[in-house]
């Protein structure tokens, strides 16, 4: 075999493994894709299971509809297995004020974990803008003294 005949056979050669590696490739994506599937399915499976236990649970009819945002004024632990523990601060969607047992909302935190909290837990009151209930008087004369001042 003379140069330019081994340079080809190397060339074929070299071709064939760049294929296989690409086959490879190909297949080790297409596994990858089916088990992020797979997953997809499986979670979303799961979801829709502790939805229809939730509603179950909550005896929740129709559409599950967030009547407003609350805060937590005070930290709650669960006291029971319907209760739901929360922190001060904690934002919580408010799913239910009526039916509830006594002195309790029904509520879902952002993990999407439903549950009862206690009424005095919570600030029942509808969310204000802040500082809208602060009446300012702005002096007419409020610019120039800034402007005196600065000169």
């Given at each position: 075999?003379?140069?330019?005949?081994?340079?080809?056979?190397?060339?074929?050669?070299?071709?064939?493994?760049?294929?296989?590696l690409e086959k490879q490739r190909k297949k080790e994506e297409e596994k990858k894709e089916k088990e992020r599937l797979k997953k997809?399915?499986?979670?979303?499976?799961?979801?829709?299971?502790?939805?229809?236990d939730n509603r179950k649970k909550f005896n929740i009819k129709g559409d599950i509809k967030v009547l407003r945002e609350i805060v937590v004024t005070e930290p709650y632990a669960a006291k029971d297995k319907l209760d739901i523990g929360c922190?001060?601060?904690?934002?919580?969607?408010?799913?239910?004020?009526?039916?509830?047992?006594?002195?309790?909302?029904?509520?879902r935190n952002k993990q999407g974990v439903y549950g009862y909290v206690q009424i005095y837990c919570v600030d029942r009151n509808?969310?204000?803008?802040?500082?809208?209930?602060v009446d300012i008087q702005i002096p007419e004369?409020?610019?120039?003294?800034?402007?005196?001042?600065?000169?």
């Open positions: 075999m003379n140069v330019s005949q081994e340079e080809t056979q190397e060339d074929k050669t070299t071709e064939k493994q760049r294929k296989e997809e399915r499986e979670e979303k499976k799961r979801k829709e299971k502790e939805e229809k922190y001060s601060g904690e934002q919580l969607e408010l799913i239910r004020e009526d039916n509830n047992p006594e002195d309790r909302y029904l509520v509808e969310p204000q803008e802040l500082y809208d209930d004369d409020f610019e120039e003294e800034v402007y005196d001042m600065c000169t």
